[in-house]
């Protein structure tokens, strides 16, 4: 069966640090992709990266990077310099070539001014 | 561009009564289209996703139906509301049902006195 795991339910930083959120995923598929949303207070998720399981180059988006390591089966999302409005609940999903995602519980992220 | 829409933001009805919420997607043709529930504080759980008009798949048996008739219109209805459909309703489209990213509208968040 295939689960993706947000260990962290909540983390709170004080702007302009840095915020590593984790994703732990299980699957026995060899083709898979893994996805990172974001969910502000307004509530639209987000779609921030799609990554599929043949690619492990971690990437760089502005503030945003994204660490993908098959060997311990974790996608986690690193912001660099947190700003108030990278507040919300960021999903982890998974995906082994279907339509059907597995998301993660979420991690709340609080930033302080 | 693409951009995806439901209405209305915000419900609140009684038990008992019929709901019927709607997305449209615009700037697509035959989008694969999915309504989404939230409960509070938990991940997303997939409820009908379609592939194109009249055409309509349940994930999970509930209280609640979906129907599609037109390509880029998606309805999730029910005939009498239970305290335990409240909830953030999403609906999201994708190109393709291969693993393809969903892009999520701004939500319905419905609540059942």
């Known amino acids: 069966a295939q689960k993706v795991t947000q260990a962290q339910t909540e983390i709170s930083v004080v702007e302009k640090e840095d915020v590593t959120l984790d994703c732990v995923y299980e699957t026995r598929d060899t083709t898979y992709y893994l996805f990172w949303y974001k969910q502000p207070p307004s509530g639209e998720l987000v779609f921030l990266i799609r990554r599929n399981s043949f690619d492990e180059q971690n990437e760089i988006s502005g503030r945003y990077s994204w660490n993908f390591q098959k060997s311990t089966s974790s996608f986690n999302f690193t912001i660099t310099a947190s700003q108030v409005v990278d507040s919300a609940v960021y999903f982890c999903?998974?995906?082994?070539?279907?339509?059907?995602?597995?998301f993660g519980t979420g991690t709340r992220l609080k930033v302080l001014a | 561009s693409q951009t995806i829409h439901q209405w209305p933001a915000t419900l609140v009805q009684p038990v008992g009564s019929p709901l019927s919420l709607e997305c449209t997607v615009e700037?697509?043709?035959?989008?694969?289209l999915y309504w989404y529930r939230q409960a509070a504080g938990r991940g997303l759980q997939l409820l009908f996703y379609s592939v194109g008009i009249g055409q309509i798949s349940s994930e999970v048996p509930q209280n609640l139906s979906a129907s599609r008739p037109q390509d880029r219109q998606f309805i999730l209805s029910s005939k009498k509301l239970l305290l335990s459909d409240s909830g953030f309703y999403l609906c999201?489209?994708?190109?393709?049902?291969?693993?393809?990213?969903?892009?999520f509208g701004p939500g319905t968040r419905l609540t059942v006195l």
């Open positions: 999903a998974l995906t082994s070539g279907t339509y059907k995602y597995i």
């Open positions: 999201a489209w994708s190109v393709s049902l291969a693993a393809d990213t969903q892009y």
């Open positions: 700037g697509t043709s035959n989008p694969n």
